[in-house]
T-cell receptor, first 114, second 114 residues
Framework: DTGVSQNPRHKITKRGQNVTFRCDPI?????LYWYRQTLGQGPEFLTY????????KSRLLSDRFSAERPKGSFSTLEIQRTEQGDSAMYLC????????????FGSGTRLTVV | DAKTTQPPSMDCAEGRAANLPCNHS???????VYWYRQIHSQGPQYIIH???NNETNEMASLIITEDRKSSTLILPHATLRDTAVYYC???????????????FGKGITLSVRP
């Protein structure tokens, strides 16, 4: 297991379409986080899971956004009815619960809404 | 979590030490200082963290002032591959080792010149 894997790396979609991203965390990490990053800004927190439970959601996560982690392993982030403002890098990170060394981030999925 | 202030950018010569400053004048006694960096088109990477003592690992050193209102990340021998955005973050380490979200600012862009 070499790290956090995110797919796809790039996604171009038309406005109004739905998109889904996948994140595979490091296998022994039970915490998983989603962030969004726009150009020139630092990553912004969206939501996080401990195992399959979604424990916190940002106000940035509108009702068009939904995240799941059904078996406490991989997670998906879905955006419905995409808007141009959704264009961003979507980053996933994972961490172990027992001791905090730092999150491990994936390389992200870059979404472009045209 | 306390806010941090970093200059927007700095540069240094390859092979020289890079000293990246961070102000966190409102830091609380139970808040740690974390540093992450983000190389272009990649997710952020954990570098180091500390509470009040200076810390060193294979990547960098972290110097925290006695009053804990500021800190400096030191890359002892900067290389071209250290060109990145560096984020200074303060956050509470929750009781029991639980994790909470990281709040990123805009960071400081370090450019290492040949």
């Amino acid at each position: 297991d070499t790290g956090v894997s995110q797919n796809p790396r790039h996604k171009i979609t038309k406005r109004g379409q739905n998109v889904t991203f996948r994140c595979d965390p490091i296998s022994e990490h039970n915490r998983l986080y989603w962030y969004r990053q726009t150009l020139g800004q630092g990553p912004e927190f969206l939501t996080y899971f401990q195992n399959e439970a979604q424990l916190e959601k940002s106000r940035l996560l509108s009702d068009r956004f939904s995240a799941e982690r059904p078996k406490g392993s991989f997670s998906t982030l879905e955006i419905q009815r995409t808007e141009q403002g959704d264009s961003a890098m979507y980053l996933c990170a994972s961490s172990p619960r027992q001791k905090f060394y730092g999150y491990t981030f994936g390389s992200g999925t870059r979404l472009t809404v045209v | 979590d306390a806010k941090t202030t970093q200059p927007p950018s700095m540069d240094c010569a390859e092979g020289r030490a890079a000293n990246l400053p961070c102000n966190h004048s409102t830091i609380s006694g139970n808040e740690y200082v974390y540093w992450y960096r983000q190389i272009h088109s990649q997710g952020p990477q954990y570098i180091i963290h500390g509470l009040k003592n200076n810390e060193t690992n294979e990547m960098a050193s972290l110097i925290i002032t006695e009053d804990r209102k500021s800190s400096t990340l030191i890359l002892p021998h900067a290389t071209l591959r250290d060109t990145a955005v560096y984020y200074c973050i303060v956050r509470v380490e929750e009781v029991g080792g639980a994790n909470s979200k990281l709040t990123f600012g805009k960071g400081i862009t370090l450019s290492v010149r040949p």
